[in-house]
């Protein structure tokens, strides 16, 4: 069924899903929900429940996801992170491991983003939660963790000055994600990025804003298995 499938005429007219994606680069192809309708979001999820395809849902709105789980109703969602997976249970792990370090309560929706595409990529994950630089002992508390990562996401808003801290501490690179989260000042998370694009700690390589899923994506690469990503 794999090689006869074949999209019809009302899903071609919006969409051309990239199944072969996996053969060329080793991972699925990801739908961005935004700026789609549900109806053309449940296009693309029965499609791709027809091929079989391992496939992330960014971006979803509830709406989205109703649509989504109509046509695949057994399909993982995670409400604040605004993402879908299909199928639910992610991939064995492969690889070294990837930490999601998240600046703030308040920056956990996009580093739950990054946490589970990186899961779904075949990674180990873990989390480490509201450990920002007002208070440098709780990011300290969790070194050993952190060093035993093959690669790190940090996740931070206002100041943004969390992944050049964390760089200084660790030996495994660390992509950094700006969010959106802060006051006037912040410019919807202009003002962490350039932080991190500033920082003076080397092996630091910065996503766009709020961008958990390429922050994600980035860490599944630079943590997979010798020879493969």
């Known amino acids: 069924m794999a090689e006869s499938w074949q999209p019809d005429d009302a ?22 929900c935004a700026g789609k309708t549900p109806e053309q979001v449940a296009a693309i999820a029965a499609a791709i429940g027809s091929r079989g395809t391992r496939t992330l849902f960014t971006r979803a709105s509830e709406e989205h996801a109703k649509a989504v789980l109509l046509e695949l109703p057994d399909a993982l969602h995670d409400e604040g992170a605004r993402l879908l997976a299909w199928p639910a249970a992610p991939p064995e792990p492969t690889g070294g491991g990837v930490v999601v370090v998240a600046a ?44 035993a990562a093959r690669a790190i996401v940090v996740v931070a808003g206002m100041d943004g000055a969390l992944p050049g801290v964390v760089a200084g501490l660790v030996s495994a690179p660390v992509v950094a994600v700006p969010t959106s989260v802060g006051y006037g000042a912040a410019f919807q998370g202009v003002a962490p990025l350039l932080t991190m694009l ?32």
């Open 11 to 32: 899903l071609r007219a919006f969409a051309e899903l990239d199944h072969d994606r996996v053969a060329r680069r080793g991972y699925a192809e990801a739908v961005y």
């Open 104 to 147: 703030g309560t308040s920056d956990l929706p996009v580093a739950r983003e990054a946490l589970l595409t990186a899961q779904h990529l075949g990674r180990a994950v873990q989390i480490v939660a509201d450990v920002g630089v007002a208070g440098l002992h709780r990011v300290l508390g969790h070194l050993d963790t952190l060093r």
């Open 198 to 229: 500033n920082a003076c700690a080397p092996g630091v390589a910065v996503v766009n804003i709020d961008n958990g899923y390429g922050a994600g994506h980035l860490a599944a690469q630079i943590a997979a298995p010798f020879g493969t990503g």
